[in-house]
């Protein structure tokens, strides 16, 4: 047993190959030089912020990107260990490593194990190489399966698969073979998306009007139309569920206690760390991000937490900083965002809703001095007056009707 309070930490390798055709991820190509600076200042990050939060300890690590797996397995163990040496970690730490089929080999996957992690994450999207094609993606199902065979006799027992639905001319059929190809390699977790075409992407400029027109309500030309969408969906769980998935968020699924242990504290708001470019952070109900910019990270311009935990200088060499210093910081854009009571309810609902299990008007009480009734009352009576939200027992959760429309009853939780 400890006394420390939970903290999960994510780190963000954001370099890849080349950037597929629907991401709007932070990711870049790079050489092995810049590997190397990168894992050296995350080094440093993760030494400076552990520093001067000895009070937590880590209970999950999620390295994402980007493609982790396409840095050189030692800045990998090289990160890794510095997680272990800096940072207080759990015993049954869940360590997560994000991985694409064409940059894993079995010196890889072997050196990640040795290292610690104990899941991995690996981007297939679809079972058909004309969508992989089509995605821009580097490898074909052929090299997934082979990496997948590969895991699996190293020793490696919680896999999570990526998929990604309503892709461009896909029909019901298409998916459901992807999704069945997929069943039968019996991974522990599926993440089962659906395309979103993001403004500044290549899909963007070849699909984006036909996006445009089907939020409209009109007929896309090449992206499914809304009711094939939500068949897709219907679909995905009708037959995960048939082999013993079970939808514990919006889209994701896994076997009885394969949850993703990560992605579960960040729907239930549990403190986060952000290391790397662009990372983003919660903790003391203060949200703050990292710079953007390769160039200023690597120069070693990241965020510090002695501000937010009040130990050590301010922005203005004073101490710890005021409410009206916070208030500066936001407009002066220095990355730091206190949030109010108002905007940690509002997280506490959008977030917790996209869980299965809804959430806790206990657990709201509890946090917030008031019922879920007093601070919600009318979004709650006429979301469950449409259908859309159900209640049972202590639990406020989404409909099935309600999951279709998730964007439009989230956002009726803002205050």
């Known amino acids: 047993m400890t006394d ?8 963000h390798i954001p370099f890849c190959i080349r950037k597929c055709n629907y991401c709007d991820f932070l990711s870049m190509p790079a050489d092995e030089g810049v590997y190397i600076q ?26 994402g990107g ?48 040795k290292s610690g992690v104990n899941r991995l994450s690996i981007g297939l ?12 993606r580097i490898h074909t199902f052929q090299q997934f399966e082979e ?18 639905s309503g892709l461009p001319r896909q029909t019901l059929r298409d998916w459901e073979y992807t999704l069945e190809k997929v069943m039968d390699l019996e991974p522990e977790h599926i993440s089962a998306y659906s395309l979103i075409v993001e403004p500044g992407t290549p899909f963007y400029e070849t699909y984006g009007e036909d996006e445009q027109r089907r939020e409209q309500g009109g007929h896309p030309q090449y992206l499914p139309e ?44 549990t403190p986060y760390l952000g290391f790397g470019l662009g ?20 120069e070693g311009n990241y965020t510090r937490l002695g501000p937010v935990l009040h130990k050590g200088p301010s922005a203005k060499g004073t101490g710890a900083a005021s409410e009206r210093e916070w208030q500066e910081r936001q407009t002066e854009g220095e990355g730091y965002w206190k949030l109010s009571r108002e905007q940690q309810m ?15 008007k206990v657990g709201f009480q509890a946090a917030f001095g008031i019922n879920m009734e007093g601070a919600y009352g009318k979004p709650l009576q006429e979301f469950q007056k449409q259908g859309l939200l159900a209640q049972q027992g202590d639990a406020v959760f989404l409909t099935e009707e309600g999951i279709a429309v998730s964007n439009y009853v989230l956002g009726g939780f803002l205050l």
């Not at 420390?4 to 780190?11: D, Q, S, T």
């Not at 990168?38 to 300890?57: G, T």
């Not at 990372?279 to 690597?298: H, Q």
């Not at 509002?346 to 806790?360: D, I, K, N, T």
Request: aromatic letters at 10%; one cysteine or more; proline letters at 3%.
């Open 66 to 113: 980007g493609t982790p797996s396409l840095l050189p397995e030692g800045q990998i163990s090289r990160i890794l260990g510095g997680v272990q040496e800096y940072f207080s970690l759990s015993p049954n730490a869940e360590v997560t490593i994000e991985c694409n089929p064409g940059t894993l080999d079995r010196q890889k996957l072997s050196a990640y194990q």
């Open 226 to 269: 809304e009711e094939t969408e939500r068949d897709m969906y219907q679909r995905t769980k009708a037959l995960l569920e048939e082999k013993g998935y079970r939808r514990y968020e919006i889209s994701n699924y896994a076997r009885q206690g394969r949850e993703c242990r990560h992605n579960i504290g960040y729907w239930r708001r």
């Open 38 to 63: 990168y894992a050296d200042m995350l080094l440093e990050e993760l030494k400076e912020k552990a520093s001067v939060c000895r009070e937590y300890q880590a209970i999950t690590v999620f390295l």
């Open 346 to 360: 509002e997280e506490f609902m959008f977030l917790g809703l996209r869980m299965a299990e809804g959430v806790s």
């Open 4 to 11: 420390k309070k939970e903290l999960e930490l994510y780190l």
């Open 125 to 136: 999207q679809s079972a058909i190489n004309q969508e992989l094609g089509l995605l821009g």
């Open 147 to 164: 990496n997948f065979a590969l895991a699996r006799d190293i020793g490696f027992q919680n896999i999570n698969i990526d998929l990604i």
């Open 279 to 298: 990372s983003a952070s919660l903790l003391e109900e203060t949200r703050f991000s990292n710079p953007s910019s390769l160039k200023e990270y690597l």
